[in-house]
Every structure is written in C-alpha cells, then in structure tokens.
C-alpha cells in the first residue's frame, strides 16, 4: 500500500479496500539513505494501526540492497541500508521485512550463496533481541538473482542457523515463472509437498499472490491481475482455502495498485469464502439509475449467478442499489428476463426503470 502523506496512510489506504494485511516500504525503494524514524511517526504508525485493526503489516525492503553484492562496498552499504531497514520496521512494530535474496552479478550462485548467509548471520547477530525477522523471499531467478530454487533458500535458512527470525516469503508468479508448477490441484500439491520438505511450511510467514504475465520456467518477473495471467484462478482459490496457510498474511502486488487492489482483494475474498469467481458480465442503468454509472459497470459474479442474486452483489457494492431488481425491470442481451433468469460470462444486463422509456 502507498505511503505516500505518511506511513501509516498504507494502513487507513488499506483500510479503505478490507485489507487485514499491508505490506509497506518503509523509505524510498530506490534510496540508500533514508533520515531516521520520527518516533512519533512510529507512535502514530501503531496507533493507526490498533485503530484501523490491520492484522499483520510488513515491510518490503529498498531495491537497492543486494546481500550477496561481490564489490565489498555495495556489499557494506547493504548491510548497513538492510541494518536501518529492521530498525525502522522494529519501531513501527512490524514483524517481518521481507528481502530478495540478491544477485550474485557473475561471481557465482556459490560465491553468492555463501555472502548471502554471511551477511545474514552478521545482521542477524547484529540484531539480538530484536523482534523484528527476515524474511526471504522466493525470487523469479532473473539475471544473477539469488533464490529461484528452494535448495537455495534452504541452504541460506542453513548456514544462518536456522534461526527463529529468519523465514520464508513465497511469490507466487515468481516460483511460477522460476520453474514450479501450481496450475491445478496435483501441481499446486506437489510444489507445496516440495517446499515442505526442503524449507518447511513452518518457515513460510508471508505470501505474495500475485498471477504471472510470463509461462511457466519463463524467469521473467512480470505481475499480472489474479486470475488474469498464465496461473490462473484456481491456484488462488487453492491458496486462500489452504487449512495449512490460514495465518500466513497474504499480500497482493499486482499492477494498478490505485484502481486495481479492491477488485483483486475481492477476488481473494470470494474464493476464500467458497464462492467461485465465475463470470464477468457488464450491466448498464438507466432512468434515474444511470447518474450511478452513465458507462455501465463490469461485475464478477459466481458462476449460476442469476438477475436477483447479482443485484444483492450491487447492493453490496453500494446500498443506493438495494432493491434494483423490485424497482426496475432486468433485460439480458436486450431481452427483458425474470429475477431468476441465469446469467452468462459476457452477458450485458440492463435494470430499466418504468417510465424511463427503456
Ligand atoms: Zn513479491
């Protein structure tokens, strides 16, 4: 969520949307150097969130920091830029910073892997009895990145100890695009079964739901809108129905974050609360009713949605639609249908008052 007026804004912003969790930068993504935490922005942080009762709020730290970087200087700067990271989310209250695992830039995955599990043993002793962990993040291996196999983050959770601030943040378009199948129930089982046994789901403390613009093995990490991408749909409703994850926040970072959020959290809600996604059919208001969205409006409805249940779905949307189907007569495709006529994926449907001359 946005920052932007201040940190706690990507609480109230999240708010706004039915987030019960929100991943946050906590400075500027493409900075080194960030002034210090206000303590009273920190205060006002956790009281906003008390006050808007977000569950769980994570940060995501500065692109700039690789863990694994050969150049000692940048490799320096790194630590110290990751250092201010946990002590800035160790002040808000957060309980996780989730990190990419960094680039080994041709040094090697070997020269890399054993950086990466330095500079993690050192912050981490750095660090002791702080609340705050890492944790890494399952990356999509473009480039020299680090992390695109679970062997390598096991090797990392490993060699720094397997200590207990120390976990694991799975993307899903970046396992997808990284090799690992979750398509369909067996696929999905499967790559689950495997991070188990090399990570283990205990580890798993964040989850990034996000559909992929490239295919399978691809390496290439392009986000795209759940549902809409080259996973599909189902690998979410496995995701937010899994017994195993029920207390894993789950964060979604799909492009158009302003306009696009909402609808991907509602998704994820729908699917979590048994309903399948569906269809998407447009409806169009007229009358009176038209000053509600001249241009019509696109809505998913379940599958086997009828006239009146996609009404109690825009009555949800916004109570002035309570009751449209009793004040207006419903046409489908330029037909007029009753209340309980069944919809179709595309169908335009109409809610035409009397003596609008519709
Ligand atoms: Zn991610």
């Known amino acids: 969520m946005p920052t ?3 940190l706690s804004n990507s609480l109230t912003g999240g708010k706004e949307i039915g987030c019960t969790a929100v991943q946050l930068f906590t400075g500027s993504p493409r900075q080194w150097h960030h002034p210090p935490l206000d303590p ?6 956790r009281q906003t969130q008390a006050e808007t009762g977000i569950a769980v709020a994570v940060a995501h730290d500065s692109y700039l920091i690789n863990l694994a970087a050969p150049d000692p200087d940048i490799l320096d700067r790194s630590r110290k830029a990751f250092r201010r990271e946990l002590d800035r989310s160790e002040m808000l209250g957060l309980p996780w910073v989730v990190t990419h695992m960094g680039a080994h830039l041709d040094s090697g ?3 890399g892997i054993a950086l990466l599990i ?4 050192a912050i981490l002793e750095e660090t002791e009895g702080m609340q705050v962990g890492i944790a890494m993040e399952t990356t999509a291996g473009q480039g020299t990145g680090l992390g695109y196999r679970f062997e390598q983050i096991a090797r990392v959770l490993e060699g720094a100890g397997a200590h207990p601030r120390l976990g694991v943040c799975l993307d899903t378009c970046h396992i997808f695009v990284a090799g690992y199948d979750i398509r369909d129930e067996e696929s999905y089982q499967k790559t689950f079964a495997e991070f188990d046994r090399l990570i283990g789901l205990d580890r798993l403390k964040v989850i990034h739901a996000n559909d992929a613009k490239k295919p399978l093995g691809s390496r290439v990490d392009r986000h795209e809108h759940l549902g809409e991408g080259e996973i599909g749909i189902e690998t979410f409703r496995l995701l937010v129905t899994d017994p195993r994850l029920k207390n894993i926040p789950i964060i979604i970072e799909t492009p158009d974050s302003e306009t696009m959020h909402a609808v991907n959290l509602a998704k994820l809600k729908r699917l979590a609360a048994g309903g399948s996604l569906g269809m998407r059919v447009t409806v169009r208001f007229f009358g009176h009713y ?3 969205s001249p241009d019509g409006m696109e809505v998913s409805v379940p599958g086997g949605a009828t006239v ?3 009404s109690a779905i825009l009555a949800e949307k916004d109570g002035r639609l309570a009751g449209i189907e009793r004040h207006c007569r419903a046409a489908v495709n330029e037909e007029y249908v009753a209340p309980d006529a069944v919809l179709q994926e595309g169908d335009e449907v109409a809610f035409i008052p009397p003596m ?3």
């Open 290 to 292: 038209s000053d509600f």
């Open 308 to 310: 009146a249940s996609l």
């Open 40 to 45: 009273e922005v920190a205060a006002k942080f």
């Open 4 to 6: 932007a007026g201040g």
């Open 356 to 358: 609008s001359g519709g």
């Open 109 to 111: 995955e070997e020269a």
């Open 118 to 121: 330095e500079s993690t043993r």
